[in-house]
């Protein structure tokens, strides 16, 4: 799908990805390592996120996501984490429950359509960063009216999916950039080979899930999608 006429620039989404109003340094990261319950539950989970929050820095978010635990097993996961990121300068990301990221000091709450909308989110913690998760352009319109921050979008590249409905691919991608000012995360069994023709199609960033935590060396995984985004024009 190619770009419409009118459509929103790459470029223009990383501009705006820093935030109206922001320091420099408030640029949404590029990469988004997110987790779940079974990689925060290893046994070196703690060490392997340090180690991206380092390899990173500003240019990536860890996102917290385990659905299955409690508010309180949330949290006493995302305390060093909130401490690993004003060390780093990397970013925190509680995926779901905004009370968890306020009280943790995380910077930023991913939210789904479990959660509260991006508008109740800003109105409960109008400090957080708010991102939202979008299988739809409909979805997207409205997280972005909401106030979203950034929109995390897939399946991109997912192997493990099938089906038209699933595996939206690039052209969905596409379709988000043509259409938002927001910056598009893409999610969905990426890999650092893919981030040249992600980029190409308008998206910020990406997020990795078993590309980063399932990596004999996380932070090594890092510095290989980092280097990838560098190399496809990325800030």
């Known amino acids: ?42 046994a070196d989970f703690s060490e392997r996120a340090r180690g991206v929050m380092l390899a990173g820095g500003p240019r990536v978010a860890v996102h917290l996501r385990a659905p299955r635990l409690g508010g309180r097993r949330l949290y006493d996961l995302a305390v060093p984490l909130a401490e690993w990121q004003r060390e780093t300068g990397a970013w925190l990301v509680v995926n779901d429950r905004a009370d968890v990221a306020l009280a943790a000091g995380a910077r930023g709450v991913q939210l789904t359509s479990r959660s509260l909308t991006p508008a109740d989110a800003r109105r409960c913690a109008p400090g957080l960063s708010v991102g939202a998760s979008v299988h ?32 939206r691919g690039l052209a969905f991608i596409e379709r988000l950039v043509a259409m938002h000012v927001l910056p598009v995360i893409a999610i969905g069994g990426v890999r650092p080979e893919h981030v040249p023709a992600l980029r190409a199609a308008g998206a910020y960033g990406v997020a990795a899930i078993r590309g980063v935590w399932q990596a004999s060396d996380a932070g090594a995984a890092v510095i290989d999608y980092l280097s990838a985004h560098g190399a496809a024009g990325g800030l």
């Open 1 to 42: 799908m190619g770009a419409e006429s009118g459509a929103v620039t790459a470029s223009e989404a990383e501009r705006h990805a820093t935030g109206r109003g922001a320091r420099s340094d408030d640029r949404v990261p590029m990469l988004h390592a997110v987790t779940s319950d079974e990689i925060v539950l290893r």
């Open 136 to 167: 739809s352009v409909e979805d997207a319109a409205a997280a972005a009216e909401a106030g979203a921050r950034w929109l995390v979008a897939g399946h991109a590249f997912d192997a493990e999916r099938h089906g038209e409905e699933d595996t």
